[in-house]
């Protein structure tokens, strides 16, 4: 396809989603005081197709490349960053749908997205558990299907969805697994009860799983999840990133605009014309702008993945150049990660220069920026990310690209 045509796709989604962009911005800031969950902006957004973007057209989709998702994303994230964040699992699992095994039971998750349906994380155990432990067990009910128990948090988004993408290990054969649970049933319990102060709205907590059912089909092999899914789920933090520093240069400069006070020793008399507080504006515009391009970046690289998935599929590379485009995806959005955490919130933290004391006032609620943006920037520690770009650097030891956390050793 031609940069042109993906080019007028994009257009066309942009025009498609910036009235309901719109409307979820206008209460983003409320939200974010009162601890509203966006339920109802959510559930637009799923009526409205956005969560089947990249489902094929030929199955209900729009088609669109991961540069056309993610540049929505940012869009998104700037209207409400926690939304966007809690599409982040959905996302991921309609992602590894797109590069299974061709057949029915592909089709049938396809279908299900182009239907509205929306799918929420469950992958982190609670409590001590050892680093790469599993205590989330899916047993045979002797009927034919399964059950699973266990308890999960950080679940992000899964209190907005339909099916619940969990990480478990089936006790018959010892198998990690992914384990699709439909969370219209009794034996799932949800709660919102993530306290971090920021990211408060979306939807993250405690999933509890206590005989729930799940069908032997609705069983994914973890060993067959797609390669650059790690990349893929920091893309998001990524574009929520640069969300929260749009939001902060459309925010801070309608406040500047507004200003009707100023100072004795300011350099103009209306702070809107003041020559050192626009150059704040213009200087967080520019890091939002780098933060967009970057995103674009890891976009690409991510994009090449999933070219590299379907060719090996159908015998047209090799598997070295199948894992080079899955290595080249995890730096480009490690490399992302050190550079944006630190530029996105040194911005927003500069944002406040364009202001005085009043910028700091709850009811502009100017600091959720901030927050937003440091709690997204807190997962996954980049640091860690910056020792092994070093290391790949210098020594040539490639990236992991699956990880786990758990109880200190």
């Known amino acids: 396809m031609t940069v042109l045509a993906t080019g007028k796709r ?19 800031a409320e939200r974010d005081r009162s601890g509203e969950l966006p339920y109802q902006q ?44 809690a599409l982040r699992a959905h996302f991921a699992f309609v992602e590894d749908r797109l590069i299974a095994a061709p057949g029915p039971g592909r089709d049938k998750w396809l279908a299900r997205f182009a239907d509205g349906e929306l799918v929420g994380n469950s992958w982190t155990e609670v409590g001590a558990v050892k680093v790469g432990e599993v205590i989330t067990k899916v047993t045979p009910d002797g ?5 699973i128990n266990g308890t999960k948090y950080y679940s992000t988004g899964s209190i907005f969805a339909d099916w619940l993408d969990t990480y478990a290990q089936r006790t018959d054969t010892g198998k990690r697994v992914i384990a699709a649970v439909s969370r ?11 306290d971090g102060f920021g990211q408060r709205t979306t939807g993250t907590g405690t999933s509890t799983f206590t005989d729930a059912l799940v069908a032997e089909e609705d069983l994914i092999d973890f060993d067959t999840r797609f390669k650059y899914q790690t990349a893929f789920y920091q893309q998001v933090l990524l574009a929520v990133l640069a969300g929260s ?17 100023t100072f004795s020793h300011a350099a103009a008399n209306v702070a809107a014309e003041d020559p050192q507080l626009l150059q704040v504006i213009g200087e967080v515009s520019a890091a939002a702008f780098a933060a967009a391009g970057t995103v674009e970046r890891v976009s ?6 999933y070219e590299t998935a379907l060719a090996l599929q159908a015998g047209q590379i090799t598997v070295e150049e199948d894992e080079a ?35 700091t006032s709850v009811s502009k609620n100017l600091d959720r920026h901030w927050r937003n943006a440091r709690t997204a920037g807190n997962h996954n520690p980049w640091v860690f990310k910056a020792r092994l770009i070093g290391d790949l650097a210098v020594n040539g030891t490639e990236l992991p690209r699956v990880w786990a956390i758990g109880a200190s050793k």
């Open 245 to 261: 520093a749009k939001a902060a240069e459309r925010g801070f400069a309608a406040e500047l605009k507004a200003r009707k006070r």
């Open 10 to 28: 994009l257009g066309r989604l942009k025009a498609r989603f910036a009235p309901l962009f719109e409307q979820i911005a206008a209460g983003a």
């Open 300 to 305: 690409q690289a991510l994009q090449r993945a």
């Open 42 to 85: 959510v559930a637009d957004l799923a009526a409205a197709g956005f969560g089947a973007v990249r489902v094929p057209e030929s199955h209900g989709g729009a088609g669109a490349t991961l540069p056309e998702l993610f540049e929505l994303l940012v869009d998104l994230a700037a209207a409400d960053s926690n939304i966007a964040q």
């Open 325 to 359: 485009a899955n290595d080249a995806a995890e730096l480009a959005s490690a490399q992302a990660q050190v550079v944006l955490t630190p530029l996105v919130l040194n911005a927003i933290t500069h944002a406040f220069d364009a202001l005085a004391a009043s910028a």
């Open 143 to 147: 009927d034919g299907g399964f059950r």
């Open 184 to 194: 219209h049933q009794p034996g799932v319990e949800l709660a919102d009860d993530w």
